[in-house]
């Protein structure tokens, strides 16, 4: 599968992109493969973990029951959990909201040998914001660009950014939505704000036309991961993971010292 067929350049039209596609898998074949990814998934991870010197940051948007939790829950519990860190981003705080956008952020960019998982991120602060005029088209330019900056600082300091937007049909959501409402285990994950955001649909998806548009470069690229189903979802992200981490090409240390005369004894 080539992963990369999902990146997207600078004028992304959300209405052209398949939110359905299944790569014309079944989705036992895929559930397999994704199984089978993860493997090798863990096995480079080990390495990255090793070697310590790259790190990884996978950032996560979509809209609400887009598919982020599920992602965290099913493509990075195939990696060793000592490797990844999650961090969700919620509404900012107080705090938070004295400092600039990307204050709250830093402090939790993957260090050297980790991955990273931003489940929502600062791209929020160019999106939600936006869709309930918090800040002016203006902001929302200036800020494109400190995320640029800010990326290519993490890039260039060692860091893999991938990006990737869950894109669901409104179809979908709807569906997912009411699915929180009717079965009792997922009540709790039901806020009533969502359908309110739900009616903003067509202002969220120009917020993020332009967000994508702005911030896809080299070192940051964007992806539009089709995902309506599940499974299939799961199969594009453990598979870009996997080409990342190949390209990375992290490499186990050297032994700092002479191991050739060393052995265990027996105590
Ligand atoms: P959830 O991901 O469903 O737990 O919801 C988190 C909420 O936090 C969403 O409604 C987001 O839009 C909101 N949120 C996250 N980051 C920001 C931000 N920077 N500014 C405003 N709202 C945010
Ligand atoms: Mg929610």
């Known amino acids: 599968m080539d992963s990369k067929r999902y990146r997207v350049g600078k004028k992304v039209n959300l209405s052209k992109l398949p939110t359905d596609d299944t790569g014309k898998l079944s989705r036992e074949d895929s559930e397999a493969e994704t199984l089978e990814i993860g493997l090798e998934l863990a096995k480079l991870q080990d390495r990255l973990y090793a070697e310590s010197k790259q790190s990884l940051l ?158 896809s470069t080299d070192a940051a690229p964007w992806y539009v991961i089709p995902a309506d189903h599940k499974w299939y979802r799961n199969r594009v992200i453990a598979t870009l993971l996997l080409d990342t981490l190949r390209e990375m090409n992290p490499q186990y240390p050297e032994p700092e010292f002479d191991l050739t005369n060393v052995a265990v004894g027996a105590i």
């Open 58 to 215: 996978v950032v996560l948007q979509a809209r609400d029951a887009g598919g982020k939790d599920g992602t965290v829950k099913h493509v990075f519990e195939l990696i060793n959990p000592q490797g990844v860190i999650v961090t969700n981003f919620k509404v900012p705080n107080e705090e938070d909201l004295k400092h600039d956008f990307l204050w709250r952020i830093h402090p939790h960019t993957p260090a050297a040998g980790m991955i990273a998982v931003f489940n929502r991120s600062y791209y929020e602060d160019v999106l939600v914001t936006r869709v309930h005029d918090l800040i002016s088209d203006k902001e929302a330019e200036q800020r494109f660009k400190h995320i640029r900056h800010f990326e290519d600082l993490l890039a260039s300091r060692g860091t893999r950014i991938l990006k990737l937007y869950l894109h669901i049909s409104s179809e979908e959501q709807r569906e997912r939505l009411q699915e929180r409402l009717d079965d009792p285990e997922k009540n709790w994950k039901f806020n009533p704000s969502d359908l309110k955001e739900r009616a903003r649909w067509p202002e969220y998806t120009s917020a993020y036309e332009d967000a994508l548009s702005a911030t």
